[in-house]
């Protein structure tokens, strides 16, 4: 198998797909200002909507890769009037999934400490710090509080390859994404609590105060394989 990844003779990930056959998953809709949203974009993708997602993860059986934690901000958006959806935030916690995810499809990845904790029936408290803290939620079940999500794939992410001399050798193109076989195992709505904070190199405070829309927690599992190229950034 030709390696996709440095060193040579013992790389830090295999090449895809990789297989999730189990996750946790903390999903937070709220709403924040056109401007807000426009900010966290690349030029070449337009909002849809004020709302956006914030999400924590507990990936807990995958193939190809160890178990880790994510964390991060998705904003629904269209591609020359493709709707789908940008990662504009991404927090995760083991070095191989934060190095394939920006070298193969452009997530704008970095390691922090994400949490999510467990309690009875179904609370779930998450945070994620980086140099400080960054994101927190706390979720209570609620049937009577379930929302209606926006579309969030494919994915669109600029993938930027720095040049090895100087910025002018440097590429950016604009990678879609999809997950296939993705299937949601158990879903239970409810209410959650989100607060955002400014970090070093990281404004998610300029989303807030979110005000917050609705919550699921959920349990799944999808496929993560190569995307393509949808054009230029």
């Excluded at 193939?63 to 991404?90: F, K």
């Excluded at 939620?137 to 509080?145: N, V």
């Amino acid at each position: 198998m030709t390696a996709i990844s440095g060193p040579e003779h013992d790389p830090l990930y295999p090449p895809p797909p990789y297989v999730y056959r189990d996750y946790r998953r903390l999903g937070v809709l709220a709403a924040a200002s056109p401007d807000a949203l426009r900010a966290v974009l690349p030029a070449a993708l337009e909002p849809v909507g004020e709302v956006f997602e914030v999400f924590f993860m507990d990936v807990l059986d995958v193939s190809g890769l160890r178990p880790y934690r994510e964390a991060g901000v998705v904003v629904p958006c269209a591609y020359r009037g493709e709707a789908g959806a940008h990662v504009a935030y991404e927090y995760v916690t083991t070095d191989d999934a934060l190095t394939v995810g920006r070298e193969i499809w452009g997530y704008p990845k970095k390691l922090a400490d994400v949490r999510l904790d467990y309690g009875d029936p179904d609370r779930v408290r998450a945070s994620c710090d980086r140099l400080g803290p960054l994101m927190a939620a706390e979720f209570t079940p609620a049937a009577d509080a379930d929302v209606a999500y926006p579309q969030l794939s494919p994915r669109f992410q600029v993938r930027r390859s720095p040049g090895p001399a100087d910025a002018n050798t440097a590429g950016a193109v604009m990678v879609r994404n999809v997950l296939p076989d993705a299937a949601t195992t158990r879903r239970v709505a409810g209410r959650a609590e989100l607060k955002l904070t400014d970090g070093a190199g990281d404004r998610l405070g300029a989303l807030g105060p979110p005000r917050v829309l609705g919550a699921e927690f959920t349990h799944g599992r999808f496929v993560l394989d190569y995307g393509h190229v949808a054009g230029p950034v």
